[in-house]
């Protein structure tokens, strides 16, 4: 019992579901798109398979992003006890575990529609690539935030059957929120990664990484500006908005120093930047 008890506690903290952050930081921008879709509450079923899909899905990018970083994870201070790089799971098993992962939320998806289904396979492409891009280029944060917002055109083809021109402006500010807080989490990892020579926007970024990080939040909140205008949204959106400028204030000053710690709870806090959106959209369409 003690054996499968400590491989259960091992699967979960491969998958990080003791850490729910990641989780939460792709389910936001998904419910965004799923209520503007449906001008207020989705289908049913479409809002249920996309939650049960981000879960999975978060889970399944945890799992490669873990057997990418297995010969790397041990020489960091912060992963350094992960169970692939401390070898208590298996490259083997930490694979197979991936494929089951994804078929279940391939099984999800295959009850929409066919233009979700399709866009489904860039979903599952960009999960397994981004862990290996940054070996590559000082520009992984960005296809992390293709990945983390491709659920949304495939929440507008799932409620509309089609994904909209706005909606891409929707991915864009979410591409660049995510470049943002995960140059913040790259900040806390930027000593280690120098020494192994693990590539980041936070390396790239060096000592203009707090002005660079600002510039992009900046600039995702005038892509949604413009959504709103766009949509026609009402004041309680745009009031979400100016409160979302206030949270990444407090971000710049958290970061003012380039503390570790508190590098990284700027990144956590960005799970409120996403509830605070998606309750100005809740609100707009009430």
């Known amino acids: 019992m003690s054996f499968m008890t400590s491989k259960m506690k091992d699967y979960i903290q491969l998958t990080r579901m003791d850490k729910p952050i990641g989780t939460l930081l792709l389910l936001w921008p998904t419910l965004w798109s799923l209520w503007i879709a449906a001008e207020g509450l989705p289908k049913l079923d479409v809002l249920l398979v996309f939650t049960l899909g981000v879960i999975l899905m978060r889970?399944?990018?945890?799992?490669?992003?873990?057997?990418?970083?297995r010969h790397v994870d041990g020489?960091?201070?912060?992963?350094?006890?992960?169970p692939l790089a401390a070898g208590r799971i298996s490259s083997r098993a930490a694979l197979l575990f991936f494929f089951i992962l994804t078929l279940l939320a391939f099984l999800l998806v295959l009850t929409m529609n066919t233009l979700t289904i399709l866009l489904s396979f860039v979903a599952v492409g960009l999960a397994a690539c981004y862990p290996f891009m940054k070996r590559y280029t000082h520009f992984p944060q960005v296809v992390l935030g293709m990945a983390f917002g491709w659920a949304i055109p495939m929440g507008f083809a799932a409620q509309l059957n089609t994904v909209p021109n706005y909606a891409w402006l929707l991915f864009i500010a979410n591409?660049?929120?995510?470049?943002a807080y995960d140059t913040l989490y790259a900040m806390v990892d930027r000593d280690d990664d120098l020494k192994i020579g693990i590539k980041s926007t936070a390396i790239l970024f060096a000592g203009k990484d707090k002005l660079?990080?600002?510039?992009?939040q900046l600039s995702s909140?005038?892509?949604?500006?413009m959504l709103g205008w766009l949509l026609v949204l009402p004041t309680v959106y745009f009031m979400g908005l100016t409160i979302v400028a206030g949270l990444f204030v407090y971000q710049q000053k958290l970061i003012v120093d380039r503390d570790r710690d508190?590098?990284?709870k700027a990144f956590l806090h960005n799970n409120y930047v996403g509830m605070v959106i998606f309750a100005s959209l809740f609100l707009s369409y009430v």
Do not use: M, P, Q, Y
């Open 59 to 69: 889970a399944a990018g945890c799992v490669i992003n873990d057997f990418a970083d």
């Open 75 to 82: 020489h960091v201070k912060r992963t350094e006890n992960r």
């Open 175 to 179: 591409i660049l929120w995510t470049v």
């Open 212 to 216: 660079i990080v600002g510039l992009l």
């Open 221 to 225: 909140l005038l892509c949604l500006g």
């Open 262 to 264: 508190s590098c990284f």
